[in-house]
């Protein structure tokens, strides 16, 4: 129990500084730090339009947080969610144009299995490159990337491209009827409930489950881990695989849901967005909710800012840059506050 | 008891100063709101930074020149990705501020996000920079603009054309796309005309916005003898720095990029945003219907030629002269046949010829003969 007032009072207690230093930013910047924080949150959160402007930009982030979060359970720092993002969305679009006669419910599920399926192998090759050959996650996953791009670029300017996108080359149509739909008449699409149930799900798996421990086992100590006779390698590729077909799916709903066709805005960033919200989130599944919450609500106000303030975009990413470093640097008080210590129990 | 005094107040002297700190909040309150009603409010979005000396940077320059008009409040956004976020930020810009006309100005943006959007708020009018309307296909309240940008391009070449010593030209380009190869052709047959032995050298980047390749592809150009270079991406920055600091001579694109290259700059097509956009918000103000369709080159005034470096000899700028003229006459026709591609094969016969405004000209899939790449 102490442990997660622990967590709850480093967590807090960064946002808190950060909150001031970025107060002092904006102070620099010659405008008022309250009008700044009043228009963060009358774009973020103040009205229900704001809201969903936030909900829509936080939904993709849960996903691809996750393709950071589980391996990072494991062990492995793997930033390979834009690739995976870019896979899962391509390998869906040709699904899509496939089958697009299908039943729209076939249509979206065949999607959903192969955009999350090759996503998730590769990202899977990365823990086996990793776990067989020992080559680092980081840099193979980050080179993945470039790969997973290129190939898209290249599709999508070669065999794949419909002749009508003359000047902005892109794959054909899914077809409007095998689009998933906005909840109700807002402007939110169902995507944002599939990243929610995901994350719940994630954290149940790696919370209340043999899997999820023997997991946080490997991440703790490998040699442990093999000691007692744990399946590592397959702990290894399977949460592998999970991030990846995480990551796959927000690649998937931005075809199904935005954009209908695959070209080169699949590549937006949203995978290294997601790196900053798994190592925020601690690689929790459940925090991941609120942290993609509060990057999509800083995102969101961020055009509120240039237009209101005349603040230049980069202010977006400075008060990101700000909230990671502190919540990065708060790592280090971990089992260094006395009061906030469990009472040892061999004393 | 000093304070108590200071505190006491008299209940008619309350009302009073509450009365007339009342009326002077209202008044303060209603004037700028009557009067911002009474302002047509645009709102811009740009794919990149305002400042890259190149395609965004045109629209802000556009949007900047606004700043005149006292009864314009324009509004904008920079580094908005073709995604849902671009989508967000219209209907941010209608509902936050009002916006009663959007110039989303990237070429992506257009299809699935305008049209989205366009359908959901039917009083704003949503006007796309590139000329894809289509009147049979999109709503009524959306709109395209677009520039003959490739005539100013015309007179670069003959700048370089006239400049280049070793007769070999290179351009750096981001994608295989009609508009792009356009360009290509004008800047090399443009070359040609004054020099038919001169070749340009094309690298794609691949990319609208990836400065290290730019720099790469600008620096292997310079090793194989280039020695004028230009392009067309989205910022021309690192291009013409990197011709201007291998020695070479440059022309720039989208903006004046004279000062990014003060020795070696030639001459440089350039978008003219100013124009357009003061036009329609004249449009607006005075209630007229907007035109979906907008087009036009030098002579509409919606594309320009930068000012001549210091470099460039009198013969050069005779000659570029006189093309200008003839663009802003209406007598030029650059694809008039015979005209080959650098394949061999013919692709406008001899007799033939395409005005500026042929559609056929915007599906090109073809570079001209001497063009190497």
């Not at chain 2, 291998?246 to 945003?273: D, M, Q």
């Not at chain 2, 002269?321 to 663009?327: I, R, V």
Request: hydrophobic share 45%; aromatic share 10%.
């Amino acid at each position: 129990m102490l442990k997660t007032v622990e967590i709850w009072c480093l967590s807090l207690g960064a946002l808190l500084l950060s909150m001031l230093l970025i107060a002092a930013f904006i102070f620099t910047t010659g405008n008022s730090p309250s009008e700044v924080f009043h228009s963060l949150y009358r774009g973020a959160f103040g009205s229900w339009f704001s809201w969903q402007n936030t909900l829509v930009r936080a939904a993709p982030l849960m996903l691809t947080a996750l393709c950071t979060a589980l391996p990072a359970r494991v062990g492995l720092i793997v930033i390979g969610g834009e690739g995976a993002m870019v896979v899962g969305g391509l390998t869906a679009a040709i699904t899509g144009i496939a089958i697009q006669d299908a039943p729209s419910f076939m249509v979206m599920s065949a999607m959903m299995i192969v955009g999350g399926g090759c996503a998730g192998l590769w990202i899977l090759a990365v823990g086996a490159l990793r776990h067989y050959r020992n080559v680092n996650e980081t840099i193979s996953s980050l080179l993945l990337n470039y790969i997973a791009i290129a190939v898209l670029n290249f599709l999508v300017v070669g065999v794949l491209k419909d002749p009508a996108t003359l000047n902005n080359p892109s794959t054909y149509s899914i077809g409007e009827k095998n689009m998933i739909t906005s909840i109700g008449d807002s402007s939110v699409h169902w995507g944002l409930v599939y990243g929610l149930v995901v994350c719940l799900a994630m954290w149940f798996v790696a919370r209340r489950t043999t899997f999820g421990f023997a997991a946080d086992v490997t991440g703790g100590n490998i040699r442990a881990a093999r000691l007692v006779g744990l399946p590592v390698a397959k702990i290894v590729l399977l949460s592998c695989f999970l991030g990846g077909a995480a990551a796959g799916l927000a690649g998937v709903i931005e075809i199904a849901a935005i954009q209908g066709r695959a070209n080169s805005s699949l590549n937006a960033g949203y995978g290294y967005a997601g790196i900053l919200v798994a190592f925020l989130a601690r690689h929790n599944p459940l925090a991941i909710i609120p942290y993609a919450l509060l990057l999509g609500g800083i995102q969101a106000s961020g055009g509120l800012l240039q237009r209101a303030h005349d603040l230049p975009d980069a202010t977006v990413a400075v008060f990101q840059g700000i909230i990671f470093m502190m919540i990065l640097s708060s790592e280090m008080l971990y089992g260094r506050i006395k009061f906030l210590q469990p009472k040892s129990m061999i004393s | 008891m000093k304070q108590k005094s200071q505190l006491s107040l008299s209940r008619r002297k309350f009302v009073k100063t509450a009365s007339i700190a009342a009326a002077g909040l209202s008044m303060a309150l209603k004037t700028p709101l009557a009067l911002a009603a009474a302002k047509v409010k645009m709102g811009f979005v740009y794919v990149g930074p305002r400042d890259d000396y190149g395609y965004n940077q045109a629209h802000f320059e556009g949007k900047a020149a606004l700043a005149a008009l006292d009864w314009v409040k324009a509004v904008d956004e920079e580094n908005v990705p073709e995604t849902i976020e671009v989508q967000k930020t219209m209907e941010s810009m209608i509902q936050l501020d009002g916006a009663q006309v959007l110039f989303p100005t990237s070429f992506g943006y257009f299809d699935p996000h305008i049209l989205k959007i366009a359908k959901r708020y039917p009083d704003t009018t949503f006007l796309h920079c590139g000329g894809l309307w289509d009147a049979e296909k999109h709503p009524k309240n959306v709109g395209s603009y677009f520039g003959y940008i490739d005539e100013p391009v015309y007179i670069s070449g003959i700048v370089a054309g006239h400049m280049s010593k070793s007769k070999k030209l290179g351009f750096i380009a981001a994608i295989p796309i009609p508009q792009v190869l356009r360009n290509i052709n004008n800047f090399t047959m443009a070359a040609r005309s004054i020099d038919p032995s001169i070749t340009t050298t094309v690298v794609f980047t691949g990319g609208w916005s990836d400065p290290v390749k730019e720099a790469e592809a600008a620096n292997s150009l310079v090793d194989q003898g280039i020695d004028v270079l230009t392009c067309h991406v989205d910022s021309p920055k690192v291009v013409v720095e990197t011709a201007e600091k291998r020695g070479i001579y440059s022309c720039g694109y989208h903006t004046n990029n004279a000062v990014l290259a003060p020795k070696g700059f030639l001459t440089g097509a350039e978008w003219s945003w100013a124009t357009v956009y003061k036009n329609y918000a004249e449009l607006i103000k005075n209630k007229q219907p907007i035109p979906n369709l907008v087009r036009g080159g030098l002579k509409d005034g919606i594309v320009k030629v930068s000012p001549y470096g210091a470099v460039v000899s009198d013969a050069a700028k005779a000659d570029a002269d006189k093309a200008l003229a003839s663009f802003m006459d209406g007598s030029m026709v650059v694809y008039k046949g015979p005209i080959k591609d650098n394949k061999g094969n013919t692709v406008i016969p001899k007799g033939k010829s395409y005005l500026q405004t042929d559609t056929w000209l915007e599906s090109m899939d073809w570079l001209v003969e001497g063009v190497v790449g």
